[in-house]
């Protein structure tokens, strides 16, 4: 059996428990939430939990020999499994709290170290994006592909929260990026993500990210015919940040962030 034809199950899987956790967020969405603070500062609702408890019951009652690795309840099984399932309930829990319809369910699925399957679905928009390995990247069922962007001056930038850049040593790289862009618009979080496979905007940056924020763009971008990983260039979720954006531009995004 080629990996197309056994990654097909888990793409599924991956998009009905994605939608189903979705459509159970929207019973929170637009009302009066509570909203605690963890430890690392970022804030959390009962949605959030609840969602992911949703999504962790589901793959245990499936697959359960895999291990899972979530935003909310840390991580359940050996760090070097076969099999590893990411999971971010919501991505975008800010936008979630202010009635913001960019908000997404993230579910993906690592084999032998390489995540082949990555699905984002936006509850509040409708829309999904699911891909994996030679199967496509699809978006509300319809190929999706990055754009054919090749002059920087020409190129739509994404990126979630600007005093990031600040915060986490980039704001030179943030400024040169500025500098020599056309439009820079603060859509954050996975729907930057969800705007450059589909070719609404040209490169997303973020000076700072977690393995479950990204873990589900490997296949997508990749699938959709683009580029994620870090800021030098390696296709990697764990180097703690976040680049994404077509062939075309990504040598001169590099080069402009390392320049010295």
């Given at each position: ?32 939430l ?67 319809p960019?908000?997404s ?63 986490y040593?980039?704001?030179?790289e ?10 820079r ?29 990204v ?20 296709p990697?979720?764990?180097?703690q ?11 001169k ?8």
């Amino acid at each position: 059996m080629t990996l197309k034809h056994s990654l097909q199950p888990y793409l599924n899987f991956a998009i009905e428990t994605a939608v189903e956790a979705g459509k159970f967020t929207l019973g929170y969405y637009q009302t009066t939430l509570q909203v605690d603070t963890k430890n690392d500062g970022t804030p959390v609702t009962q949605a959030d939990r609840k969602a992911e408890a949703f999504i962790r019951r589901q793959i245990e009652q499936k697959y359960p020999g895999h291990a899972i690795v979530g935003e909310e309840y840390g991580s359940e099984g050996a760090e070097n499994a076969g099999f590893r399932w990411f999971v971010d309930p919501i991505d975008g829990t800010r936008s979630f709290m202010r009635g913001v319809p960019l908000y997404s369910v993230l579910i993906g699925l690592e084999i032998e170290g390489n995540v082949e399957v990555g699905v984002a679905y936006f509850p509040a928009l409708n829309e999904l994006l699911a891909a994996g390995t030679d199967l496509g990247c699809w978006w509300n069922g319809r190929p999706a592909h990055v754009s054919r962007t090749s002059r920087v001056d020409e190129a739509v930038v994404a990126f979630t929260d600007v005093v990031n850049f600040e915060r986490y040593n980039r704001r030179k790289e943030w400024e040169r990026v500025m500098a020599a862009t056309h439009y820079r618009a603060g859509w954050g979080d996975a729907f930057g993500y969800l705007l450059v496979a589909t070719g609404r905007a040209d490169i997303m940056l973020e000076a700072v990210v977690n393995v479950w924020d990204v873990a589900v763009y490997p296949p997508i971008l990749r699938e959709a015919g683009g580029y994620f990983g870090d800021w030098s260039g390696n296709p990697t979720i764990h180097h703690q940040e976040g680049l994404a954006t077509n062939p075309a531009l990504l040598p001169k995004i590099l080069e402009l962030i390392n320049e010295e």
